[in-house]
């Protein structure tokens, strides 16, 4: 039976006879700021862990023998499980009914994960040398399985975590609008955190030092690097995690059932897809342009995203896979993420008063997505730059001039500006197109995610072979992104309707990240 003291039920989704009853002996009242900080706050573990996994693990994989064409493919597991895992735990985080509350077993179970994945990367080379990796050969195969298991494993428990920690920040606002922009400001703020401190750690060459135990035999010091770098990961995921698990409550719900309970969950499952398939179908023009902008911008991004610090590797650095001036590279290349997290920081704050001055949110847009074109075009002269002085004197190996490192930095500051608008603007113009045809809003802003990791896979599955017909660089992967951000920027331009200045300035700017 279920108690007399409940105040709210929660449908068991279409066509479920269940319902879900919040436990509370009053009604739902906002919870106090430190809550909402200490819940926000998960943000910088999980962004840590992104951060390394964007700037070091792509390099990383080749390190084990993984050839440059196949490492991409390593990455389909993050739009797969961002597509998938999200919304499946979204569902039935609003209809746990564990003593611990709604979302606090996803959030501590996605924690576990997380932290049993990264023991599986950073130790993969040394697991897999205990099983008999040969370690004169290139290729380690135990090695890659168990790193490509942790990957994947990482991948699932980071959407475990994201869905169910702003569903957190959701229940302790209360419907609060005021709360609820605060909740998802500090999240974000503490994303920015989290890239920071992930990016710098993955740029300090020395900190292997702090754990001399990470060098092996079968892990040399960039290995240990990485292996140091998620140790601090680990650590500070458990703790934010577990202060804010500790101290912040969730709320417990119960399920009253009807005869035919079992099949009803089952239909309900079914619900939160067929949900987004319904919206697919009833989609204006306006939406489907925008998620044709979108998905050709993010083809343009995921390049950048996958091979940049690969690039500073070979290209810039001229360095191979193992080698010192490869690592420099690389680890250059975390510093470079680095700024560009800092710069995506302060240009977000921008965002509004600029789209304002060019005549609106889609101008903005299309004018940015010109500087991500050039700026992926301009690492063709910044490398072709790099090869000459090499050839001119050895010396530049793995130490290019300071000409090229400014310009290779310059590259990811720059990139900053147009990451920034990217992280806002189409989904302010999702939740304006989607209030000008009535259709709403979550359901409009879940469809454009379609629309940002279909192009990751294509791009994770397509590009490591395109860039081995031409040598197997990264050069080729970013002049495709070059074209596909120009196109994108004349698209959004010319072909994206025209919003009113008072119905954009009530659009939500929401600053998120690729998964």
Same mark, same amino acid.
């Given at each position: 039976?279920?108690?007399?003291?409940?105040?709210?039920?929660?449908?068991?989704?279409?066509?479920?006879?269940?319902?879900?009853?919040?436990?509370?002996?009053?009604?739902?009242?906002?919870?106090?700021?430190?809550?909402?900080?200490?819940?926000?706050?998960?943000?910088?573990?999980?962004?840590?862990?992104?951060?390394?996994?964007?700037?070091?693990?792509?390099?990383?994989?080749?390190?084990?023998?993984?050839?440059?064409?196949?490492?991409?493919?390593?990455?389909?597991?993050?739009?797969?499980?961002?597509?998938?895992?999200?919304?499946?735990?979204?569902?039935?985080?609003?209809?746990?009914?564990?003593?611990?509350?709604?979302?606090?077993?996803?959030?501590?179970?996605?924690?576990?994960?997380?932290?049993?994945?990264?023991?599986?990367?950073?130790?993969?080379?040394?697991?897999?040398?205990?099983?008999?990796?040969?370690?004169?050969?290139?290729?380690?195969?135990?090695?890659?399985?168990?790193?490509?298991?942790?990957?994947?494993?990482?991948?699932?428990?980071?959407?475990?975590?994201?869905?169910?920690?702003?569903?957190?920040?959701?229940?302790?606002?209360?419907?609060?609008?005021?709360?609820?922009?605060?909740?998802?400001?500090?999240?974000?703020?503490?994303?920015?955190?989290?890239?920071?401190?992930?990016?710098?750690?993955?740029?300090?060459?020395?900190?292997?030092?702090?754990?001399?135990?990470?060098?092996?035999?079968?892990?040399?010091?960039?290995?240990?690097?990485?292996?140091?770098?998620?140790?601090?990961?680990?650590?500070?995921?458990?703790?934010?995690?577990?202060?804010?698990?500790?101290?912040?409550?969730?709320?417990?719900?119960?399920?009253?059932?009807?005869?035919?309970?079992?099949?009803?969950?089952?239909?309900?499952?079914?619900?939160?897809?067929?949900?987004?398939?319904?919206?697919?179908?009833?989609?204006?023009?306006?939406?489907?342009?925008?998620?044709?902008?979108?998905?050709?911008?993010?083809?343009?991004?995921?390049?950048?995203?996958?091979?940049?610090?690969?690039?500073?590797?070979?290209?810039?650095?001229?360095?191979?896979?193992?080698?010192?001036?490869?690592?420099?590279?690389?680890?250059?290349?975390?510093?470079?993420?680095?700024?560009?997290?800092?710069?995506?920081?302060?240009?977000?704050?921008?965002?509004?008063?600029?789209?304002?001055?060019?005549?609106?949110?889609?101008?903005?847009?299309?004018?940015?997505?010109? $500087?991500? =074109?050039?700026? !992926?075009?301009?690492?063709?002269?910044? /490398?072709?730059? *790099? #090869?000459?002085?090499?050839? +001119?004197?050895?010396?530049?190996?793995?130490?290019?001039?300071?000409?090229?490192?400014?310009?290779?930095?310059?590259?990811?500051?720059?990139?900053?500006?147009?990451?920034?608008?990217?992280?806002?603007?189409?989904?302010?113009?999702?939740?304006?197109?989607?209030?000008?045809?009535?259709?709403?809003?979550?359901?409009?802003?879940?469809?454009?995610?379609?629309?940002?990791?279909?192009?990751?896979?294509?791009?994770?599955?397509?590009?490591?072979?395109?860039?081995?017909?031409?040598?197997?660089?990264?050069?080729?992967?970013?002049?495709?992104?070059?074209?596909?951000?120009?196109?994108?920027? $004349?698209? =959004?331009?010319? !072909?994206?309707?025209?919003?009113?200045? /008072?119905?954009? *300035? #009530?659009?939500?700017?929401? +600053?998120?990240?690729?998964?």
């Amino acid at each position: 039976m279920a108690s007399s003291n409940k105040d709210k039920t929660i449908n068991g989704g279409s066509g479920a006879t269940n319902s879900l009853h919040v436990e509370s002996g009053s009604p739902p009242q906002t919870s106090p700021l430190w809550k909402l900080i200490a819940v926000a706050s998960i943000a910088a573990g999980i962004q840590f862990g992104w951060a390394l996994q964007l700037s070091l693990l792509t390099p990383y994989s080749q390190l084990l023998g993984v050839p440059h064409t196949w490492s991409s493919f390593i990455w389909l597991c993050g739009p797969i499980s961002g597509m998938v895992v999200q919304p499946i735990v979204g569902y039935y985080s609003d209809r746990c009914t564990s003593k611990l509350g709604r979302r606090r077993p996803f959030i501590l179970g996605g924690a576990v994960a997380v932290a049993i994945a990264v023991f599986f990367i950073g130790f993969a080379a040394d697991i897999g040398h205990a099983f008999g990796d040969d370690l004169s050969k290139k290729t380690r195969p135990r090695a890659v399985a168990i790193f490509v298991i942790g990957f994947w494993i990482l991948d699932v428990a980071n959407n475990m975590l994201q869905g169910p920690c702003r569903a957190f920040l959701g229940d302790l606002a209360a419907g609060d609008e005021k709360r609820t922009r605060l909740g998802n400001a500090f999240f974000s703020f503490f994303m920015a955190v989290g890239s920071v401190l992930g990016y710098g750690a993955g740029s300090y060459d020395k900190i292997h030092r702090w754990f001399p135990f990470t060098e092996t035999k079968a892990c040399d010091r960039f290995c240990a690097n990485l292996k140091t770098c998620f140790f601090f990961s680990i650590l500070l995921l458990l703790f934010l995690t577990g202060v804010a698990l500790f101290y912040v409550k969730d709320e417990q719900v119960t399920r009253e059932k009807s005869g035919d309970g079992e099949e009803d969950e089952r239909s309900a499952a079914v619900a939160c897809f067929g949900d987004m398939l319904g919206a697919l179908k009833g989609l204006k023009k306006p939406m489907w342009l925008l998620m044709a902008v979108t998905a050709i911008n993010w083809s343009a991004w995921f390049s950048y995203f996958l091979f940049n610090t690969d690039w500073m590797g070979k290209e810039v650095y001229g360095g191979k896979v193992g080698e010192e001036a490869y690592s420099r590279g690389v680890e250059k290349g975390a510093m470079g993420l680095l700024i560009n997290s800092v710069v995506l920081g302060a240009m977000s704050l921008a965002v509004e008063p600029i789209g304002r001055a060019v005549g609106g949110a889609k101008n903005l847009w299309g004018f940015v997505n010109f $500087i991500l =074109a050039g700026g !992926l075009g301009m690492t063709l002269y910044i /490398s072709k730059v *790099a #090869k000459h002085d090499r050839l +001119i004197n050895p010396r530049f190996i793995g130490h290019p001039s300071a000409g090229v490192q400014a310009g290779a930095l310059s590259f990811f500051a720059v990139l900053g500006i147009p990451l920034a608008i990217t992280f806002s603007v189409p989904f302010a113009l999702a939740s304006i197109y989607s209030s000008d045809t009535g259709a709403g809003q979550g359901l409009s802003l879940g469809v454009l995610n379609l629309a940002i990791v279909i192009p990751q896979m294509l791009v994770a599955a397509l590009s490591g072979p395109w860039d081995n017909l031409f040598g197997g660089g990264n050069l080729p992967a970013f002049v495709v992104g070059a074209v596909a951000a120009a196109l994108s920027g $004349i698209m =959004a331009i010319f !072909l994206l309707p025209s919003t009113k200045q /008072s119905e954009a *300035a #009530k659009a939500p700017l929401a +600053i998120g990240g690729f998964h």
